[in-house]
């Protein structure tokens, strides 16, 4: 399983080195991903699609403090020109789809060796008892296959974010599966919300289509209808996702 390193840690608009202790900083800075600087890449595997970091990128920091900068459920980023939806690891029952933490474990040739767990805890999206709402999973910490439950607003110094990334095609390769379903469609400045109704070769319709913003090359990206549709043209299109997805960031 190979290694890259691409990409750092920004606290604050700087970029730092991955290990950073958030508690340290008393006013609850912003968090993000950017560009990778020399001396602050982070180390990520890849597994099914994904790429995930291999230790805890920032310690000392809350579930809450990761939920307020949209990275639990998660956020578009871009990284050496490529887009990424940036998360943390989800954490389902074992064996089930949802235990992504299990399954990267299971793909790992030596998890000891290419995951670094040096007793820290991850903090993760599912909550394992839906009836304790303020009760958060973490993963990790001895055992690498450990499981706990600590306070979401709990910043202890071994507990820390261990972000996954998903790449963002422009254009999704099954995006006829979305042919029925609401759509955000971007294109520089311009957004357009709507129902895929078809798509070929060149362009895309939108069926109900609301603007949401008007960019500088509205008029070369898409046509309006009477019918209350747009036609997009592909070729310009930044990229398309479902509304349901798009609307954890806001």
């Known amino acids: ?26 006013d609850h800075p912003t968090i993000t991903l950017g560009a990778s600087t020399p ?11 994904l790429l995930i970091a291999t230790r805890n990128i920032l310690t ?7 939920n307020r900068n949209k ?17 943390t690891m989800k954490n389902g029952p074992n064996h089930t789809p949802d235990d992504e933490w299990g399954h990267f474990l299971d793909a790992c040739p030596d998890e000891h060796l290419l995951w670094d767990i040096s007793c820290s805890y991850s903090w993760c999206i599912n909550a394992v008892d839906p009836l304790k709402p303020d009760m958060k ?4 910490g001895s055992a690498a296959r450990g499981r706990s439950q600590y306070s979401n607003n709990s910043s202890l110094v071994s507990f ?17 599966t979305l042919i029925g379903v609401d759509v955000v ?16 070769a060149y362009d895309l319709t939108l069926r109900n289509a609301k603007i949401k913003s008007f960019g500088g090359n509205f008029k070369e990206f898409a046509l309006n209808l009477p019918d209350g549709s747009v036609i997009a043209d592909l070729s310009r299109i930044d990229f398309v996702l479902p509304l349901e997805k798009t609307a954890k960031e806001e």
Request: glycine share 12%; net charge positive.
């Open 1 to 26: 399983m190979e290694i890259k390193k691409f990409g750092s840690l920004i606290i604050r608009s700087k970029p730092v080195l991955p290990g950073r202790m958030y508690y340290r900083y008393k």
């Open 39 to 49: 001396g602050n890449e982070i180390e990520w595997l890849e597994h099914d699609g």
């Open 60 to 66: 000392g920091v809350s579930w809450d403090d990761l």
């Open 71 to 87: 990275l639990i459920l998660g956020k578009r980023v871009e990284i050496v020109g490529k887009r990424y939806w940036v998360r």
């Open 137 to 140: 999973d973490l993963r990790g």
């Open 160 to 176: 820390g974010w261990r972000p996954v990334l998903e790449p963002i095609s422009p254009i999704p390769p099954d995006i006829d």
């Open 185 to 200: 469609v971007k294109s520089q400045g311009s957004t357009i919300h709507g129902k895929l109704e078809s798509v070929s």
